[in-house]
């Protein structure tokens, strides 16, 4: 990474320890999002429903997205600090989107980490570094390959 992710510059004090590997295969190998009888979108995913659209009480698309960035940016940050010993008295993280149209997608996004505790500079670096290394930060920087399988059943 850019930034060197939890290593040292030469001389440097070590930051803390590393980041908790993760299994490379989740709880989870597929979500399925479908539509119901009353028109609404629902997201299946292990034992968890969602609905997902416009409706009161549901989030949209966009909306899932950055929530799957902010929590994986603050969960992986999270276990850094549990790791490290770090004690934080609070964190949060606010995402804000840039949306753009031809193609409408989301161009960027800022992430704002909030951070409370008694920290020194060096760990709250540290933090920052871990969070910006969780797997949807990453998958999202490198842009994942998509593909479009399209299943048609025709009536009988």
Same mark, same amino acid.
């Given at each position: 990474?850019? $930034? @060197?992710?939890?290593? =040292?510059?030469? @001389?440097?004090?070590?930051? @803390?320890?590393?980041?908790?590997?993760? %299994?490379?295969?989740? %709880?989870? $190998?597929?979500?399925?999002? &479908?539509?119901?009888?009353? /028109? *609404?979108? &629902?997201? *299946?995913?292990?034992?968890? +429903?969602?609905?997902? !659209?416009?409706?009161?009480?549901?989030?949209?698309?966009?909306?899932?997205?950055? +929530?799957?960035? /902010?929590? #994986?940016?603050? /969960?992986?940050?999270?276990?850094?600090?549990? +790791?490290? !010993?770090?004690?934080?008295? /609070?964190?949060?993280?606010?995402?804000? =989107?840039?949306?753009? &149209? *031809?193609?409408? *997608?989301?161009?960027?996004?800022?992430?704002?980490?909030?951070? &409370? !505790?008694?920290?020194?500079?060096?760990?709250?670096?540290?933090?920052?570094?871990?969070?910006?290394? #969780?797997?949807?930060?990453? +998958?999202?920087?490198? !842009?994942?390959?998509?593909?479009?399988?399209?299943?048609?059943?025709? =009536?009988?």
């Amino acid at each position: 990474m850019e $930034d @060197g992710l939890l290593e =040292p510059s030469a @001389g440097a004090p070590a930051a @803390g320890p590393a980041l908790p590997q993760h %299994p490379v295969s989740e %709880p989870s $190998d597929r979500v399925v999002v &479908e539509r119901r009888a009353d /028109g *609404r979108l &629902e997201a *299946r995913a292990r034992d968890v +429903t969602l609905t997902v !659209g416009r409706s009161d009480g549901s989030l949209r698309s966009v909306e899932l997205l950055l +929530t799957a960035l /902010g929590s #994986c940016m603050l /969960g992986t940050m999270l276990a850094y600090a549990e +790791t490290a !010993g770090l004690r934080l008295d /609070g964190a949060s993280v606010e995402l804000q =989107p840039t949306l753009v &149209e *031809r193609p409408e *997608r989301v161009e960027s996004i800022v992430a704002t980490l909030r951070i &409370e !505790g008694d920290l020194p500079e060096r760990r709250v670096a540290a933090l920052r570094r871990a969070a910006k290394h #969780c797997k949807v930060h990453a +998958t999202l920087a490198h !842009g994942p390959a998509v593909e479009l399988v399209l299943d048609h059943v025709a =009536p009988a």
